[in-house]
């Protein structure tokens, strides 16, 4: 039987009898698993300490004929988000969203970067800057479709390549459309909310150190959040 050892982020933990639990993780070498951690829903287990969503821990664990979770040493257990509700809200949407979306065993150094990116920015600039969770949510989800190949269209016209006049989005078709294409259960969209999302898609964390970049983003958030609810339930139907 042989130990395998990662780093890796918790994304979900759910009870199984009475003293188990599964606990999913995305992890830097293996990518996404589900290991079985024995005895840590009694009180005084230890290993459940190091277990809280968000947390970045050391895991090692065997593959028999069920996996499971031997060891656990957390890394860092990113205490502003656990003290914030807010914080913690969003990190738990940011984990649920890869866990629905990432197969198992599918190693992916793009969305390990972008989990790491996402909590350490989220961690250090919270007390700073509260809103910061709302732009992290969307920069996340953003960034996520991109990885997965799943961005929408928004350089023109999907249908025509018409750079002007483009009003409207349609889920449908995952782009922006002109009037001459446009539905009437199409999206309308201004230009200031074609480039938030522009930039979330399209710029790197770096660029969100000003607050102007951020603030931009803020102002159309109700919009953009919508946006995302609806983009990834029509991208899902399209999965299944």
């Given at each position: 039987m042989e130990d395998y050892s990662t780093l890796a982020f918790v994304l979900k933990q759910e009870p199984i009898k009475e003293q188990d639990r599964n606990y999913t993780f995305f992890t830097q070498k293996f990518g996404k698993i589900t290991l079985l951690a024995r005895g840590t829903r009694k009180i005084n287990a230890k290993l459940a300490g190091h277990l809280e969503l968000p947390s970045l821990v050391q895991i090692q664990f065997t593959i028999s004929q069920r996996p499971r979770l031997t060891s656990?040493?957390?890394?860092?257990?990113?205490?502003?988000?656990?003290?914030?509700?807010?914080?913690?809200t969003v990190a738990f949407l940011i984990a649920d969203l890869v866990d629905r979306f990432t197969l198992e065993k599918q190693v992916d150094a793009e969305i390990w970067k972008l989990l790491s990116?996402?909590?350490?920015?989220?961690?250090?600039?919270?007390?700073?800057?509260?809103?910061?969770?709302?732009?992290?949510?969307?920069?996340?989800?953003?960034?996520?479709?991109?990885?997965?190949?799943?961005?929408?269209?928004?350089?023109?016209?999907?249908?025509?390549?018409?750079?002007?006049?483009?009003?409207?989005?349609?889920?449908?078709?995952?782009?922006?459309?002109?009037?001459?294409?446009?539905?009437?259960?199409?999206?309308?969209?201004t230009s200031s909310q074609k480039r938030a999302l522009n930039l979330l898609f399209n710029s790197s964390l770096q660029r969100f150190s000003q607050p102007s970049y951020i603030q931009e983003i803020l102002k159309e958030k109700k919009y953009i959040?919508?946006?995302?609810?609806?983009?990834?339930?029509?991208?899902?139907?399209?999965?299944?």
């Open positions: 656990a040493l957390e890394k860092f257990s990113f205490p502003v988000i656990k003290k914030n509700t807010k914080a913690l990116d996402a909590f350490y920015f989220l961690e250090e600039n919270f007390n700073k800057y509260p809103e910061i969770a709302d732009f992290v949510w969307l920069y996340f989800n953003a960034q996520f479709l991109e990885i997965l190949g799943l961005a929408p269209f928004l350089e023109g016209c999907i249908e025509c390549g018409k750079t002007i006049d483009n009003k409207f989005f349609s889920f449908e078709k995952k782009g922006i459309v002109c009037s001459k294409h446009s539905q009437k259960k199409d999206r309308p969209i959040r919508k946006f995302f609810n609806e983009f990834t339930l029509a991208v899902k139907a399209d999965i299944i």
